[in-house]
């Protein structure tokens, strides 16, 4: 579908790059010709991505830990980046979400999406956009968002209100960085299955059937219809694309009224059983960072 050298020039910058979705996105970038970097919060996932993507496709990797929570780091990693080669695109893909009746979300855990999802691609967007401003370079913006900033989603409020403030960005700063070539998009995936795909969102159930068995096309997402989509984003392919947020998920999110709304019927014992499943994630998940 795409030309090899279509990337070729282009540096970009994708965040939670290490694993899942944006390893997929970042490993379609290099292979059409794109210098990539990637950041997260584990250095060896990272630097073990960048090797094997490098032995695969050839090209650069260069690879960055940090915590897109901590507005510092985000600028001095800017910093480092634009000092050597600038950026042409930034993919923002990091970040977290859980289910959970709302009433028993607590501040932390509210905090622990919205620092990401909100507050992080903020960090990041602002930190390389205001390089592009002062370089005088032009710039493209794709963020991760999801399909709930059409119709919410209970039981992910937190999520619902960060993606839903990552899309009104998009849409904003497509108005008021125009001027300077800079370019926002982004794109709401449904349900794409990978390696390590979220068990905070569907503990004890298993999201393939669950989605398939839900969705008008019968079938769940794939990794190369979003890499098709986030290259032809990041590409330089429609330049007066600006300000759009593009929902591909086989209309699930026409048809179902938001993803969790069926978790309504669960009683105490099911959630209680959820969170309990939450947090054993979450230990082996520590373990491995461990």
């Not at 893909?93 to 999802?117: L, Q």
């Not at 429609?238 to 300000?243: A, K, S, Y």
Request: with cysteine.
């Amino acid at each position: 579908m795409f030309q090899n050298d279509l990337l070729k020039g282009k540096r970009i910058l994708v965040t939670g790059g290490g694993s899942g979705l944006g390893r997929a996105m970042a490993e379609r970038f290099l292979s059409l010709g794109a210098d990539i970097d990637i950041c997260g919060r584990r250095k060896q996932v990272l630097d073990d991505t960048a090797e094997q993507l490098m032995q695969q496709h050839g090209g650069t990797v260069h690879t960055h830990q940090l915590d897109i929570r901590d507005a510092a780091a985000v600028d001095a990693m800017a910093e480092e980046i634009f000092r050597g080669k600038p950026l042409t695109g930034l993919v923002n893909n990091a970040a977290g979400n859980f289910v959970s009746r709302t009433e028993d979300v607590s501040p932390r855990g509210f905090d622990a999406v919205a620092n990401i999802v909100a507050h992080g691609t903020f960090y990041v967007t602002q930190a390389v956009g205001k390089r592009w401003i002062a370089g005088g370079h032009p710039g493209n913006v794709v963020s991760i968002i999801t399909t709930w900033v059409k119709n919410g989603s209970p039981f992910t409020v937190p999520s619902a209100m960060s993606k839903s403030a990552v899309y009104t960005m998009t849409m904003s700063l497509a108005a008021e960085w125009g001027r300077y070539g800079i370019r926002l998009n982004a794109i709401g995936p449904g349900l794409i299955p990978t390696e390590g795909m979220s068990k905070r969102l569907y503990p004890g159930g298993d999201p393939v059937e669950i989605s398939a068995r839900e969705n008008p096309m019968g079938r769940v997402g794939t990794l190369e219809e979003l890499e098709n989509l986030a290259t032809f984003l990041i590409s330089d392919a429609c330049p007066w694309l600006t300000g759009e947020g593009i929902m591909m998920d086989g209309a699930h999110h026409l048809a179902t009224g938001g993803n969790f709304y069926k978790l309504r019927e669960w009683g105490d014992g099911q959630w209680q059983a959820a969170r309990d499943a939450i947090r054993g994630q979450d230990a082996q998940d520590r373990q491995r960072r461990d």
